[in-house]
């Protein structure tokens, strides 16, 4: 089932919010406005979009930290997620946990985690308390190609694949697992193989900068994990156009690389098809776009006028 | 300041006890809690069919089936992860650790998942969970297999530590373990499984981080938990022949550190000697020297001791792994030294 018109425009204007979002926090980084590391999602936007729609509200949804994306996604508000960038106390972690870890327990957002591959363990935890209890959610677990590389992910994987659990794998292939390319670190480039070694169905070159298939793709994956029959794992392919962190020499790609990517582009591509199939006109675009960038504003406003967490608050929330 | 969960809970007392064996105490606290609460599960490497290596969960398997009992593969990362995840996600798992030698591999997940998932983000997530493991050497099972290094876990604020002694700690412990709302490791000495003591029958619950007088005395106070609490028990009884009257500490938990008791204990006598397992670099008699200096100094008569584990991995040869290991010999010793 495709995505419903009211939901291509939505996904437009989300694409757009995360867009505006990162290139913001990039700014805000510069004037020292965040802190710490920060990871952008600048080019892989159309995969947080597509989960958004594939999924069922109440199914779960974890990642890695490079998690602004796939939280606003989500429906973290705009507010509390820069909020949290700015360490206030109105962020959704109430300023304890930074850009690598925002989480929503009442949207099932199981956060970002900063260890690679950690959080795979966790997704197949999640699942499995859901398939204890006879519930029919799926995890989604986002991750990337770096994470495929490390222990974590074998022992996860292979842990969900004996006891079926009902996680969608979905790996980002952005290319580059920090300035490492995947070619250069993985023994298989098609990452997916080392997933079919677990025995549960794959689908590799998932075109992660087109929406449409990449929501179908996950919603297939989503109704297999949701039949009771186990995992599934997706490889999409995507591009981030930015560093790996804002720390990021780039000294491993070229610039002519980048550019050549952006003619992919996921936004301009959704923008093309909305208008080819006369589902919005330029000037609705535009006025999505306008949307976008004013609730990124109102959303920097929102967490400059924040307060920072009070002194005595370092103590709380350690234990239950 | 360090971080202190309230972790006050015990439960009302019949005062009829029975006797039972270190692991028969906790296997009935284990099959009690998994009768209480549907959303216990164990998993663990040979915890269902096998029935657990140290045979604890035995008979588990056949009684509270597959799903509840879990045989995992041999994936630590996992084990733990896991069991994080679905404590996140509304369960209460009990994931058993074959032995601390393993949880080395799974000290992320220990560290990084379970005791961050809680503050990380800003206290949305509870994690419910306990991850039983085996400690201690004395076994002639090499370097690998003989660590005893609990108090390295309990250096995370997030997590708490518990280290029984006595087969009725172990019930009453484990039981306020399991019903603790957040990451417990719990950790079972292997050479005390077959020693035997009273145990209450009721639903006994002991309070978390409140430690305990083994033995009350006059003259040294001796610190220790575990294994430790037996070697400290018999060096007391050589110290009493030759009229020095000792009081045995059993810290029983090490997050949190109840150093009330040690403070009390300490103003009382003015020696201290701190008996542990491991290495002493680091270790639980550094921190509880630390803390009588810091609390007690005006009380101290002579510098606290410390009895630890030689300096050095642990040898198979029987005689030399002993040589390494603290015993009553080297508790007495140690006490000589400051009365």
């Known amino acids: 089932m495709a995505l419903t018109k009211k939901q291509s425009l939505e996904a437009y204007r989300l694409m757009n919010l995360i867009r505006r979002f990162e290139e913001k926090c990039a700014e805000l980084y510069a004037a020292g406005d965040i802190g710490g590391f920060l990871h952008l999602y600048i080019g892989q936007e159309a995969i947080a979009a597509a989960a958004r729609y594939a999924l069922r509200d109440d199914d779960n949804i974890i990642t890695a930290y490079r998690d602004h994306g796939i939280a606003l996604a989500r429906g973290l508000p705009t507010d509390q997620v820069m909020a949290e960038m ?19 327990i009442d949207k099932r957002f199981w956060g970002g985690w900063a260890i690679v591959g950690s959080h795979l363990p966790l997704a197949a935890g999640l699942a499995l308390a859901d398939q204890y209890r006879d519930e029919d959610r799926v995890t989604l677990a986002l991750m990337g190609d770096g994470a495929t590389n490390i ?27 920090m300035g490492t390319a995947v070619t250069r670190a993985s023994a298989v480039a098609d990452i997916a193989k080392k997933a079919e070694a677990y025995g549960m169905p794959c689908c590799m070159q998932v075109d992660g900068m087109d929406l449409l298939e990449t929501y179908e793709m996950i919603k297939e994956a989503a109704a297999y994990a949701r039949s009771g029959q186990g995992s599934f794992f997706l490889e999409v392919n995507t591009y981030r156009y930015r560093g790996h962190s804002m720390g990021d020499p780039e000294r491993y790609r070229q610039a002519h690389e980048v550019e050549a990517q952006k003619a992919t582009d996921p936004i301009v591509r959704w923008a093309e098809h909305l208008k080819e199939q006369k589902i919005a006109t330029a000037k609705k675009l535009a006025e999505l776009e306008q949307e976008a960038e004013d609730e990124v504003e109102a959303a920097i406003e929102f967490a400059r006028n924040s307060p920072f967490p009070a002194p005595e608050e370092l103590y709380d929330d350690i234990y239950a | ?10 439960s009302a007392q019949s005062g009829e006890t029975v006797t039972k064996t270190f692991r028969e105490a906790i296997t009935d606290a284990l099959w009690e809690e998994m009768e209480r609460d549907e959303s216990i599960f164990i998993m663990g490497e040979e915890v269902g069919v096998w029935g657990g290596t140290y045979a604890v969960t035995r008979g588990f398997h056949d009684h509270f089936g597959e799903k509840r009992v879990r045989d995992t593969p041999i994936a630590e990362q996992a084990i733990v992860g896991a069991a994080v995840g679905a404590a996140m996600n509304g369960l209460r798992p009990i994931a058993e650790i074959m032995t601390i030698n393993f949880a080395f591999l799974a000290l992320d997940a220990l560290v990084n998942l379970a005791a961050k998932a809680r503050y990380m983000f800003g206290g949305q997530f509870k994690v419910p969970m306990v991850v039983r493991t085996t400690t201690g050497g004395g076994r002639q099972l090499g370097a690998t297999h003989s660590h005893s290094p609990e108090h390295i876990f309990a250096h995370f604020p997030g997590l708490l530590v518990v ?5 009725a700690d172990a019930k009453g412990l484990l039981k306020a373990a399991i019903r603790n709302d957040n990451p417990v490791l719990f950790v079972e000495h292997s050479t005390l499984y077959q020693t035997r003591g009273e145990v209450p029958v009721d639903d006994y619950v002991l309070p978390l981080g409140k430690a305990d007088i083994k033995r009350e005395g006059t003259d040294v106070t001796l610190v220790s938990c575990a294994k430790m609490v037996q070697v400290s028990l018999e060096a007391a009884k050589e110290l009493e022949k030759e ?10 938990s090490l997050r949190p550190l109840d150093t009330d008791l040690v403070m009390e204990s300490f103003r009382k006598t003015n020696r201290c000697v701190v008996v542990e397992e491991s290495h002493a670099l680091y270790g639980i008699g550094a921190e509880v020297a630390a803390r ?18 030689e300096d050095v991995p642990l040898p198979y040869s029987r005689d030399l792994e002993q040589s390494a290991l603290p015993d009553a010999q080297k508790v007495v010793n140690a006490v000589k030294q400051i009365i």
């Open chain 2, 243 to 252: 009229g020095i009257s000792a009081e045995v500490v059993d810290l029983r």
């Open chain 2, 1 to 10: 300041m360090t971080s202190t969960p309230d972790v006050a809970q015990a």
């Open chain 2, 292 to 309: 009588i200096q810091e609390q007690a100094f005006d009380w101290m008569d002579a510098p606290v001791q410390r009895v630890a584990t």
């Open chain 1, 151 to 177: 222990g974590y992910f074998h022992e996860a994987l292979n842990m969900a694949a004996v006891w079926k659990l009902p996680v969608v794998w979905l790996v980002e292939n952005n290319q580059y697992g």
């Open chain 1, 86 to 104: 700015f360490g206030k106390a109105t962020g959704t972690s109430k300023g304890k946990g930074g850009s690598m870890h925002l989480a929503d």
């Open chain 2, 163 to 167: 280290v029984p002694s006595t087969p």
